[in-house]
T-cell receptor, first 112, second 115 residues
């Protein structure tokens, strides 16, 4: 089955700086890569996803890049704000599959 | 439209007790699932269902049972609680019967402690 590794496990940045979280996956057939954000004590919520037919996708301050050859994808957050502080999970799978495999999560702290 | 609703939010169990975590969704989603979240281990799939009457095991199914008698409800049963089942449990649903490729909507979580 799919295996997703996520790094780093914790990340602290100064407000206004950029943050990058990286994930690698094992199954070359995977073609769907979502990112979920979980604020403290809250439920995870989808913030952005990418499918393998594109290499990059942006939504305001958030972008995701995908390198299918190297089997890794990354979340980029620019101009970080205190409300970006949360745990971020990457995930990977094949579209139409029955299971989505999550990474172990990254605790992002944005320091004022 | 309440989304995904799960109860209870907090529960303390004694070792060996059984209990059911309730989950309901009002979005007419075919795909429903249960995850557990443990520190440093992300979200791990326990069981899932692609429609009423159809369930299957995920990554960590041992010690849990599920059933799906209606599209709306997907309860998770702990048969004989063990301290290793202390965790935060999330119910989730998604539009597609195929599951992956569509947004997963999570419930608010259930904090379970087994003593």
């Amino acid at each position: 089955g799919e295996n997703v590794e996520q790094h780093p496990s914790t990340l602290s940045v100064q407000e206004g700086d950029s943050a990058v979280i990286k994930c690698t996956y094992s199954d070359s057939a995977s073609n769907y890569f979502p990112w979920y954000k979980q604020e403290l004590g809250k439920r995870p919520q989808l913030i952005i996803d990418i499918r393998s037919n594109v290499g990059e996708k942006k939504d305001q301050r958030i972008a995701v890049t995908l390198n299918k050859t190297a089997k890794h994808f990354s979340l980029h957050i620019t101009e970080t704000q205190p409300e970006d502080s949360a745990v971020y999970f990457c995930a990977a799978s094949l579209i139409g599959a029955r299971q989505l495999t999550f990474g172990s999560g990254t605790q992002l702290t944005v320091l004022p | 439209n309440a989304g995904v609703t799960q109860t209870p939010k907090f529960q303390v169990l004694k070792t060996g007790q059984s209990m059911t975590l309730q989950c309901a969704q009002d979005m007419n989603h075919e795909y429903m699932s249960w995850y557990r979240q443990d520190p440093g281990m992300g979200l791990r799939l326990i069981h899932y269902s692609v429609g009423a009457g159809i369930t299957d095991q995920g990554e960590v199914p041992n010690g849990y049972n599920v059933s799906r008698s209606t599209t709306e409800d997907f309860p998770l049963r702990l048969l004989s609680a063990a301290p290793s089942q202390t965790s935060v449990y999330f119910c989730a649903s998604s539009y597609s019967a195929g599951g992956v490729g569509n947004t997963i909507y999570f419930g608010e979580g259930s904090w379970l402690t087994v003593v």
